[in-house]
């Protein structure tokens, strides 16, 4: 129905940058809420950051002032510039998407398969 579909991560060196990309496609009449979570090994899946339909956006704690999420809507993509990584921001990286099928369904949550991002020290 919705596909959500990552790109981007890879390895990268403390102090550097990496840009993730998420594409939805599939039957879609409406996005809400997009999103990043991850997940570190051995740890609970966590929120990364959010942005609502309207552009406001929700950072975790761990990385405010380094993460920015934006959106492209025409494209119904989300992405999440990471700068001045860290080693403990590795971890796979999934996107969310908020989105309903027609104009009378409700809202459902997709997520995508997730992208690994590598920090070393």
């Known amino acids: 129905q919705v596909q959500a579909v990552e790109s981007g991560g890879g390895l990268v060196q403390a102090g550097g940058s990496l840009t993730l990309s998420c594409a939805a496609s599939?039957?879609?009449?409406?996005?809400?809420?997009m999103g990043w979570y991850r997940q570190a090994p051995g740890k609970q899946r966590e929120s990364v950051a959010e942005?609502?339909?309207?552009?406001?956006?929700n950072y975790a704690d761990s990385v405010k002032g380094r993460f920015t999420i934006s959106r492209d809507n025409a494209k119904n993509t989300v992405y999440l510039l990471m700068n001045s990584l860290k080693p403990e921001d590795t971890a796979v990286y999934f996107c969310?998407?908020?989105?309903?099928?027609?104009?009378?369904?409700?809202?459902?949550?997709?997520w995508g398969q997730g992208t690994q991002v590598v920090v070393s020290s």
């Open positions: 942005i609502t339909d309207g552009g406001r956006s």
């Open positions: 969310t998407v908020r989105a309903r099928h027609r104009s009378w369904s409700g809202l459902n949550d997709y």
């Open positions: 599939g039957s879609i009449f409406s996005i809400s809420a």
